[in-house]
């Protein structure tokens, strides 16, 4: 089955720089990858996500990209913001069914 | 954001006590989906529903059951609580590729 591993397990960087999350999954038929942004005890929720058709994706201040022939897939936030603190989960399935996700990344942003 | 509600949104319940938790979706989802989510941890699917077919995960605890009456409502039914159960149950729909996750309760047991 799917098996995807997310790195790095802990994030701390300064307001107004970049994070970077990358996840690898096993599974080459997957084709269809989300992220979610998790806040302390809130619900997983849908930041951005990517079909396997497309390299990248931006939505403002982050973007993903997907390297398919590496089976590996990345977040990026640029300028980060006190409020981006949060857990972050990458995910991979195929067709959206039976979501497999990575451990997730604890984002800290110091102000 | 009201489209998956879960209730309650926190549940206690005594080691061995059967206990009920329900979430229902405004969105008229084909696909249900329940997560079982431990503290610091990612969240692990336990069943889920496609339209009124039941799909297990291998590794799903006997003690988890599930019941979908119609497409709104979906229960996740413990048969026999332990202090392992303890955790987040999210619950979340789906249309396309899209999942949509519910508050979450949040199960304690005594």
């Known amino acids: 089955g799917e098996n995807v591993e997310q790195h790095p397990s802990t994030l701390s960087v300064q307001e107004g720089d970049s994070a970077v999350i990358k996840c690898t999954y096993s599974?080459?038929?997957?084709?269809?990858f989300p992220w979610y942004k998790q806040e302390l005890g809130k619900r997983p929720q849908l930041i951005i996500d990517i079909r396997s058709n497309v390299g990248e994706k931006k939505d403002q201040r982050i973007a993903v990209t997907l390297n398919k022939t590496a089976k590996h897939f990345s977040l990026h936030i640029t300028e980060t913001q006190p409020e981006d603190s949060a857990v972050y989960f990458c995910a991979a399935s195929i067709n959206g069914n039976k979501l497999v996700f990575g451990a997730g990344t604890i984002l800290r942003v110091k102000s | 954001d009201a489209m998956v509600i879960q209730n309650p949104r926190y549940q206690v319940t005594q080691f061995g006590k059967p206990v009920t938790l329900s979430c229902s979706q405004t969105l008229n989802h084909n696909v249900m989906y329940w997560y079982q989510q431990k503290s610091s941890q990612a969240p692990k699917l336990l069943f889920h529903y496609y339209d009124k077919d039941f799909n297990n995960e291998a590794d799903t605890p006997d003690n988890f059951q599930s019941r979908r009456p119609n497409t709104s409502f979906c229960f996740l039914d413990i048969r026999s609580p332990g202090l392992g159960d303890a955790a987040m149950y999210l619950c979340a729909t789906g249309a396309g590729e899209t999942q949509y996750f519910g508050p979450g309760t949040r199960l304690l047991v005594l």
């Open positions: 599974d080459s038929a997957s084709n269809y």
